[in-house]
């Protein structure tokens, strides 16, 4: 709907300023310069704040604005360009490019102009926005001492919303006659089309078809744009609830996992004190069987020498190669003894022979040496790794292969 303001009587409608002016001195209200606005876009303006922002260009300033370039990584907006058209005048346009974020670009604009279109931190544009917020202090000053006391709080009132009426009545008659203007200038220019083209009557079609097909487009583009923006509030709204969750989880997971860091710390101290006993208990071991060893050969050896093995604790016997030669092993409870081809005494070994493979250590004339029985082959080694026979002394020719 459209609306015009007439005023029959110019010297009335002076009075009214007049007395709107000293009202609202008297009222001590700061007037602000309210056909101007400061807008700022910064890195972290969503996409809802910067169409509305447009929407706004164009409703309330008649302005043009065109985005022709807008890129976001990581919630913050990288690049942007835009483009605004004042009226009658040339395109303004503005890039702005930083990968971790564009610098805050300010705009100041009237009703159809542009005052700046730049960067906020540069020195004339804060001083724009700062004398857009100014207050004219002299104009009040001047108004106090001219101001009828007898204005009542509630004619000062009224009287600023009449002023703040008429205003806005004045701002919106001038952006209707501005397009009014427009609409006239579209019309005389189709009717000199039409004048000129009289006879073209399909390229007139074809025209308004365009139109047509363009204003579709231009609605389609809209309710796309609004489906977006609701779709992109829904999944911030997810997003944060989901984020939300993952804290909760990842709180949880903290929670377990330094239960679990101080259980392992439990367990392997835990660890450390079982294998410093059973190092104990082997270091026991090795000595207590070492010395059962030693009793174990001679108490055998006495017994085969003399013939006095009662064969108590007999398990079983066989055959095995020791030292390029077939000998003969007994087995006992916790011991076998090894014989030579002759049937003459070797060696005793602190294990049953029961299985292979099988190693460990053994003494012969009071020497350490190792010992390992795999497939019925018995190997004796001493500390430098060399085959010995049942005297501890090398075998050469084993040694060679």
């Not at 990968?99 to 805050?104: F, L, R």
């Not at 944060?240 to 993952?246: F, G, Q, Y």
């Not at 108490?299 to 020498?305: C, D, I, N």
């Not at 079983?316 to 390029?324: E, P, R, V």
């Given at each position: 709907?459209?609306m015009?303001v007439?005023?029959q009587n110019p010297?009335a409608?002076?009075s009214v300023?007049m ?6 001195a ?5 007037p602000?310069n309210i056909?101007?606005k400061?807008y700022?876009i910064?890195?972290?303006?969503s996409?809802?704040?910067?169409f509305?922002?447009i ?5 309330d300033?008649?302005?043009?604005v065109?985005?022709f370039?807008?890129?976001r990584?990581?919630n ?11 009226v009658?005048?040339d395109?303004?346009?503005y890039?702005?490019n930083n ?6 670009i300010?705009?100041?604009v009237g009703d159809?102009?542009v005052d700046r279109?730049?960067?906020c931190n540069e020195p ?7 004398n857009t917020?100014?207050q004219?202090s ?8 001219s101001?009828?006391?007898?204005i009542?709080?509630t ?7 009449a002023?703040?009426t008429?205003?806005?009545i004045?701002?919106?008659s001038a952006?209707q ?9 579209q ?5 000199q ?12 079609k074809?025209e308004?078809?365009?139109?047509k ?7 389609v583009?809209?309710?796309r744009?609004?489906?977006?923006r609701q779709t ?7 997003a ?7 804290q ?9 996992l330094l ?5 392992l ?6 660890q ?18 070492l ?7 001679l ?7 003399l013939g006095?093995?009662d064969?108590s604790?007999f398990k ?9 030669e ?8 916790g011991?076998?003894i090894?014989?030579?081809n002759?049937g ?7 294990e049953e022979?029961?299985?292979t493979?099988?190693s460990?250590?053994?003494k012969?004339?009071g ?5 390992n029985?795999?497939g019925?082959?018995?190997y004796?080694k001493?500390?430098n790794g060399d085959l010995?026979?049942?005297n501890g002394?090398?075998?050469d020719?084993?040694?060679k292969?």
């Open positions: 709907m459209k015009f007439t005023l010297c409608y002076i300023l007395f709107f002016a000293f009202a609202k008297n009222s001590q209200t700061s602000t056909s101007k400061s700022s910064t890195k972290d303006s996409r809802e704040e910067l509305d922002i929407d706004e260009l164009k409703t300033h008649q302005l043009e065109k985005l370039a807008y890129q990584n990581e913050h907006v990288k690049e942007l360009g835009i483009a605004v058209k004042p009658n005048e395109w303004i346009e890039v702005a990968e971790n974020g564009i610098d805050p300010c705009m100041v159809g102009s279109l730049s960067l004339i544009v804060q001083a724009e926005i700062a917020l100014q004219p002299n104009i009040l000053a001047e108004s106090e001492t101001v009828p006391l007898n009542t709080r004619q000062e009132l009224d009287s600023l919303r002023v703040a008429l205003a806005s004045e701002r919106q952006r006659e501005q397009q009014m203007d427009r609409v006239k200038s019309n005389e220019q189709l009717e089309i039409k004048e000129t083209l009289s006879t073209d009557t399909d390229s007139i074809m308004k078809a365009l139109r097909k363009e204003l579709q487009e231009l609605q583009e809209v309710s744009s609004r489906r977006e992109l509030a829904y999944n911030n709204e997810r944060k609830a989901k984020r939300d969750s993952l909760a989880q990842q709180q949880r997971l903290q929670e377990t239960k679990q860091e101080e259980m710390a439990q367990a392997l101290a835990q450390a004190r079982y294998e410093e006993l059973i190092k104990k208990q082997q270091e026991v071991i090795e000595e207590q069987g010395k059962s060893e030693t009793a174990e050969s108490k055998a050896y006495r017994k085969a020498m006095e093995d064969g604790n079983s016997q066989g055959y095995l190669i020791f030292a390029l077939q000998c003969l092993y007994k087995v006992y409870d011991y076998s090894v014989y030579g002759q003459n005494f070797l060696f005793t070994i602190n022979l029961k299985q493979p099988m460990g250590t053994l012969i004339q020497e350490s040496f190792t010992y029985y795999s019925n082959v018995l004796i001493n500390e010995v026979n049942q002394e090398p075998l020719t084993l040694n292969f």
